[in-house]
């Protein structure tokens, strides 16, 4: 269903920083970048899903939309809890501490967090694992 998600940025190497060891955590790669966009997904893969950070085309300022939100989905919830401490780490913000959220299933496990750009990014597991 989804084919890409792409979210703003004000500066596309701060960008590759903070995304670059959590894709690789999650098994995703560097797919492609220029002076414009850098993407993270399957380079095996083109039809696979894609996540882009990238400078607006209409050269206005980034900004962020509220209520929008990127999710990736996680295996385990020791893997959730070292993708939070990377990105605060790397210069996120914390919009909500790893843990169980009961209200959203029993094994429902996340970590929410913006970019340095402000962007809202969770890590979740739908059936996580305490392992890692």
């Known amino acids: 269903m989804i084919g890409y998600t792409m979210v703003g940025t004000s500066d596309l190497k701060r960008a590759?920083?903070?995304y670059?060891?959590?894709m690789t955590l999650i098994?995703?790669?560097r797919?492609?970048?220029d002076e414009q966009v850098s993407s993270?997904?399957?380079?095996?893969?083109d039809k696979a899903p894609r996540f882009f950070a990238c400078y607006p085309f209409d050269t206005r300022p980034a900004?962020?939309?509220n209520g929008a939100m990127t999710a990736f989905l996680v295996e385990s919830a020791g893997l959730i809890d070292r993708l939070?401490?990377?990105a605060m780490e790397r210069g996120g913000s914390e919009e909500g501490k790893p843990g169980f959220r009961p209200q959203y299933g029993d094994g429902f496990y996340a970590a929410y967090v913006r970019d340095p750009d402000g962007n809202k990014l969770a890590f979740?597991?739908?059936d996580a694992r305490t392992e890692t």
Do not use: H, N, T
């Open 63 to 65: 900004s962020v939309g």
């Open 84 to 86: 939070f401490e990377i």
């Open 16 to 18: 590759e920083r903070f």
């Open 27 to 29: 098994g995703q790669e």
């Open 40 to 45: 993270w997904g399957r380079k095996d893969d």
């Open 31 to 33: 797919c492609y970048c």
């Open 20 to 22: 670059d060891p959590l």
């Open 124 to 126: 979740v597991g739908y």
